[in-house]
């Protein structure tokens, strides 16, 4: 979903909620295969190849962090999911420098700090929801 902001690779990020959500509850790797199929399916609905590099960059960089700040047990699921939309955002930056140039990704950066702690803070608000309403033996079943 598109935010109403005229920089490219600004959006909601729906689909971060479902990596978190994975991450909390199935662990690391689940969380990978998850932010590999959602990078996948997003170039091949969305994209091209720089999309597709945008888009893993991105992943990869965010997934690292969250699990890794997951696995610190010092951060709350908001906090965590605004270090994935920061990292997100940062991952897309490098990309970005190695494959555009890197004055188009510092010109980005303030726009996608901003972005990636908005949308983190709203991906995180949600998921933590979804995690009370779906206690653990209605997940794991």
Do not use: C, D, Y
Not at 29 to 47: E, I, P, T
């Amino acid at each position: 979903m598109p935010a109403p902001v005229a920089i490219p690779g600004v959006k909601l990020g729906l689909g971060n909620i479902v990596v978190l959500f994975t991450l909390e509850r199935f662990g690391t790797r689940s969380g990978f295969a998850v932010m590999a199929v959602k990078v996948l399916a997003s170039a091949l609905l969305f994209g091209n190849p720089q999309v597709l590099a945008f888009s893993a960059g991105g992943g990869l960089l965010s997934w690292a962090v969250m699990a890794a700040a997951l696995r610190s047990g010092a951060f709350s699921t908001i906090a965590v999911s605004v270090l994935g939309g920061l990292s997100h955002n940062l991952g897309q930056l490098a990309v970005v420098a190695l494959i555009l140039t890197p004055q188009v990704a510092i010109a980005s950066t303030p726009v996608l700090a901003v972005a990636g702690l908005v949308t983190g803070a709203v991906i995180g608000v949600i998921t933590r929801a979804v995690l009370a309403a779906l206690p653990e033996e209605v997940v794991h079943g």
